[in-house]
């Protein structure tokens, strides 16, 4: 079983413009309104590939109500926290003159010491988890540290740690150690402490990382130009298939959910980075909201097996 954590979980609203004209009233499309955050996003990835996760979460207020409701009607199985504060909303426009996405995306509720204690204890009470997703930004509130917490939680229950996040938070869970990491090049920058890196440098940068020893699999995502996989004996680069970019939302989310349903069904991790990278292809040629259909995935990955 496949586990995801989103701290700052969100109901996202996509809706479309003509174009974006300040100080006029903008007639949109109809809204479509989804269930959002990096993990949760994840499980609806794995959903539609087949599998089963299941989704923590702290949820409150009317959007909170209005996100367990849309993860029912997915059928992802959901361990919402209750919290004080209302659960965000965020907005993604979508500017039909030039296909460029405008996504608002609002701060979220501040989480209290409790909440956090009541989140970390659904953790510890995850049975038969083989892998425990955090995927997403930290909820206002939490400490940077929050992320270390729970990296000593997954080790000491056997549960292989996937972080997906950036800044301060993603540093602090490598101190204590996880399973799998998937820094973006401004990401991995910051993670060597670098303004900018050359081509020639991410060779040194992964291998940095790697002998510190606090991931076992560090996944570079180069968008386009597809992916870096380096384990302490292993490095390969795959490239993406090349396609017309659609959309951007969820391109992320949909690479990490297609690497750990692999990993779950004991693929190898050649396979797993390359499904990877397919899934995250195929939700950038769908339009708006949606993530990725499993029939793009699969074609796109029998294009990288050839």
């Known amino acids: 079983m496949i586990a995801t954590l989103t701290l700052n979980p969100a109901v996202d609203k996509f809706t479309s413009i003509e174009q974006l004209v300040p100080e006029k009233k903008l007639r949109c499309a109809e809204m ?4 959002g955050g990096g993990g949760i996003n994840v499980c609806k990835g794995i959903v539609e590939l087949g ?4 989704a923590i ?3 409150g207020g009317n959007n909170g109500k209005i996100l367990k409701d849309l993860l029912k009607e997915q059928s992802i199985t959901a361990v919402p926290i209750e919290i004080k504060g209302n659960t965000r909303e965020n907005i993604v426009v979508i500017e039909k003159a030039t296909n460029k996405e405008f996504k608002f995306v609002m701060p979220g509720p501040v989480i209290s010491k409790e909440e956090m204690n009541v989140i970390k204890t659904a953790v510890m009470e995850l049975l038969n988890v083989s892998f425990l997703i955090c995927s997403g930004s930290l909820a206002p509130g939490m400490p940077e540290s929050f992320l270390a917490e729970l990296a000593i939680i997954a080790r000491e229950k056997g549960m292989k740690f996937i972080v997906d996040t950036s800044g301060p938070a993603l540093k ?4 204590e150690g996880v399973y799998l990491i998937k820094p973006n090049m401004s990401e991995l920058c910051f993670l060597v402490n670098k303004k900018y ?4 440098e991410i060779d040194a940068a992964v291998d940095q990382i790697i002998t510190e020893g606090t991931c076992e699999v560090l996944v570079v995502s180069m968008g386009p130009a597809g992916g870096l996989l380096a384990t302490r004996n292993f490095k390969k680069s795959f490239p993406a298939p090349t396609v017309k970019k659609l ?3 969820g391109a992320g989310d949909s690479m990490i959910a297609g690497i750990s349903w692999m990993l779950e069904q004991n693929k190898s991790m050649e396979d797993a980075i390359q499904f990877g990278l397919a899934c995250g292809t195929a939700a950038t040629v769908k339009k708006g909201a949606q993530l990725f259909k499993k029939e793009d995935a699969m074609k796109f990955f029998e294009w ?3």
């Open 304 to 306: 990288m097996k050839q």
């Open 57 to 59: 979460f702290p949820c």
């Open 51 to 54: 599998g089963s996760s299941i």
């Open 172 to 175: 602090a869970a490598l101190k």
């Open 32 to 35: 479509l309104v989804q269930a």
């Open 197 to 200: 890196l050359e081509l020639s």
């Open 247 to 249: 959309s951007t939302v």
